[in-house]
Nanobody, 119 residues
Framework: QVQLVESGGGSVQAGGSLRLSCVAS????????LGWYRQAPGNERELVAI???????TYADAVKGRFTISAIDNRNAVYLQMNSLKPEDTAVYYC?????????????WGQGTQVTVSS
C-alpha cells in the first residue's frame, strides 16, 4: 500500500500561481510514478502531469508551458508548480501513484485538494 498526502490548494486570480505538494509513504520502494489528475464538476477525472521514477514526464496539452512537475525527491515528494492559471484550471486536484513489484501495477489516490481560479 502507498499513502498519499496532498497540500497547497487554494484560491487565486487568473494569471496567478499555486504550488501543490504530494508526499508518498508506505511501500514507496514500489513506486513507479507520481503525479496529478484533476476533476472539475460534471467532468471526468483527467491527467494533469506525471513523473516516473526514471525522471520522464508527461503533461496534458492544456497545461504544457504553464505547469511544471518536479522529479520525485528523496522524501518521496513531488511538486506541481502551476503558473499562468486560468479559470478552466479550477478543479479538485488528486495526487496519483502507480506502484507495484515487477509487472504488478496498482493505482493509489490522495484525498484531493481544491484549486479555484477566478477571472
Amino acid at each position: 500500500q502507498v499513502q498519499l498526502v496532498e497540500s497547497g490548494g487554494g484560491s487565486v486570480q487568473a494569471g496567478g500561481s499555486l504550488r501543490l505538494s504530494c508526499v508518498a509513504s508506505g511501500k514507496t520502494f514500489m513506486l513507479k510514478s507520481l503525479g496529478w489528475y484533476r476533476q472539475a464538476p460534471g467532468n471526468e477525472r483527467e491527467l494533469v502531469a506525471i513523473v516516473a521514477t526514471d525522471g520522464s514526464r508527461t503533461y496534458a496539452d492544456a497545461v504544457k508551458g504553464r505547469f511544471t512537475i518536479s522529479a520525485i525527491d528523496n522524501r518521496n515528494a513531488v511538486y506541481l508548480q502551476m503558473n499562468s492559471l486560468k479559470p478552466e484550471d479550477t478543479a479538485v486536484y488528486y495526487c496519483h501513484s502507480n506502484a507495484g513489484w515487477g509487472y504488478e501495477s496498482n493505482d493509489y489516490w490522495g484525498q484531493g485538494t481544491q484549486v479555484t481560479v477566478s477571472s
